[in-house]
């Protein structure tokens, strides 16, 4: 990232780290859920909109075309309460408010060439963040040395859970901890409340480090490897496994060397890693069940009503249908859960970047990170997560323009002369 000199980029960058610290704390963080927790949630999306609107109007960013198109998704949100019963406050404040807010602060960064603060501010505090709980996992979870450790308790569900804070910047969850085949073994969960979603935060910092930056550190990637093993987490596992062969194939592709006689047989040893992985988690009692009942619920609920679901936020018509061994623990299934409430309608703001990535030969070489993208949503509840919303604005953003010459990402053109 060429060095920050004007006001104006100090501006944009500090507003940059902002942006991702409100946004990060709009998800399952700890900090949210702690006893004696008095900042609600929902106020980062309030800013998030608040800083969203400032950013337009200090910057006078009023390009016709970006504008037009974020009225357009705007209107389209707004039709759909017309056709579907949801409730409309839940609709606003969970949806389209952290949607509209992404989309204006993206679209602003990338209009003054500043994307890059965004992207940078956001891999820098995953890297911080996977190195702090290393440690205290490594030394306090592992090790069992309480370095500034304070027992105490956070509220899920309204539910009083015990963890232990190593000075309120690691959790260790015992309510996460698992039996793999047959042996207790402790999860990194960092500063979030479960391991998915501390899985997913480090995965988009890994598809910054691979796919976005153009030269590739690899200390800083193998850091968030390496933490994303410790999450023991089967999404961590396989998604992470991919976004390595996918930057390997993109590094055989520039060389020249990328064949098919290649790519099969390491495809081959994906789908392996991928059924032993998926086999030891279904022995081991985890959410694999979970995940199996909650993809036959959202197909079935959505072939009811497959164009507006059966109401945006309506979880409990598909909790209704948990099977009966079940405990009300949740949905883990995004875009199923997605389709089954808000229906196609809702669901094609996320799968239109991916087909286009996929077909248009302008934009295939943001076909790695489409791919990464709709897995993410596909396998974890993250619809109106704050994070993935501002990746998917970005995602909509470089589909609408080329943003390769702003140095945003490596400019090459994806498996182009295997597949198309």
């Known amino acids: 990232m060429k060095s920050i000199k004007s006001a104006g980029d100090r501006f944009f960058a500090v507003m940059a780290y902002i942006i991702v610290i409100l946004s990060i704390m709009s998800t399952t963080v700890m900090w949210n859920y702690l006893k004696g ?38 209107c389209y949100l707004l039709v759909f309460i017309f056709f579907s019963q949801i409730n409309p ?47 205290f996992y490594f030394f306090g979870s592992i090790l069992g040395l309480r370095i500034g450790a304070i027992d105490t308790n956070y509220y899920w569900a309204d539910t009083p859970h015990f963890t232990t804070s190593y000075c309120y910047l690691y959790f260790h969850q015992p309510l996460q901890d698992q039996i793999y085949l047959g042996h207790h073994v402790i999860r990194n969960t960092g500063i979030f409340t479960e391991a998915p ?5 480090l995965l ?26 410790t999450t023991l987490s089967a999404t ?3 998604l992470g496994a991919l976004a390595v062969l996918l930057s390997f194939l993109q590094y055989l592709q520039a060389q020249g060397k990328l064949n098919l006689k290649i790519v099969i047989p390491v495809f081959l040893l994906l789908l392996v890693l991928g059924v032993i992985v998926i086999r030891i988690r279904k022995s081991g009692g985890s959410s694999y069940s979970v995940r199996v009942d909650d993809l036959r619920i959202g197909l079935t609920l959505w072939s009811q009503n497959p164009v507006f679901g059966v109401g945006f936020g309506n979880e409990g018509a598909l909790i ?32 239109v970047p991916f087909f286009t990535t996929l077909f248009a030969p302008s934009r295939r070489y943001l076909l790695p990170i489409s791919i990464l993208l709709l897995l993410e949503i596909i ?27 702003q140095g945003a990402f490596a400019g090459t053109n994806y498996y182009t002369s295997l597949y198309f």
């Not at 209009?111 to 190195?131: E, F, P």
């Not at 910054?208 to 200390?219: A, D, G, M």
């Not at 249908?321 to 669901?347: D, I, K």
């Not at 396998?379 to 010459?405: G, K």
Request: charged share 10%.
């Open 236 to 238: 961590a596992i396989l």
């Open 197 to 201: 979603g501390y899985t997913l935060f």
């Open 89 to 135: 406050f839940k609709y606003f404040s969970n949806l389209c408010m952290p949607l509209t807010a992404s989309l204006l602060i993206v679209f602003v960064y990338y209009q003054h060439g500043k994307g890059n603060l965004l992207l940078a501010s956001y891999a820098n505090i995953v890297l911080i963040v996977a190195g702090v709980s290393l440690f």
């Open 379 to 405: 396998i974890s509840n993250i619809s109106t997560n704050p994070v993935y919303l501002m990746a998917m604005a970005l995602l909509w953003y470089a589909v609408l323009n080329d943003i390769r010459e």
């Open 37 to 74: 927790a008095f900042i609600p949630i929902g106020t980062y999306r309030y800013l998030l909109l608040a800083i969203s609107i400032l950013l337009v109007l200090v910057t006078n960013s009023y390009n016709f075309k970006d504008l037009s198109f974020i009225t357009l998704i705007i």
């Open 320 to 351: 209704k249908m948990f099977a009966f061994h079940r405990a009300n623990n949740g949905l883990s299934m995004g875009l199923t859960t997605l389709m089954a409430t808000g229906g196609l309608y809702l669901a094609l703001y996320f799968l």
């Open 204 to 229: 988009d910092g890994l598809i910054i480090e691979l796919f976005v930056k153009k030269s590739k550190t690899f200390w800083r990637i193998g850091l968030i490897l390496v933490t994303l093993l």
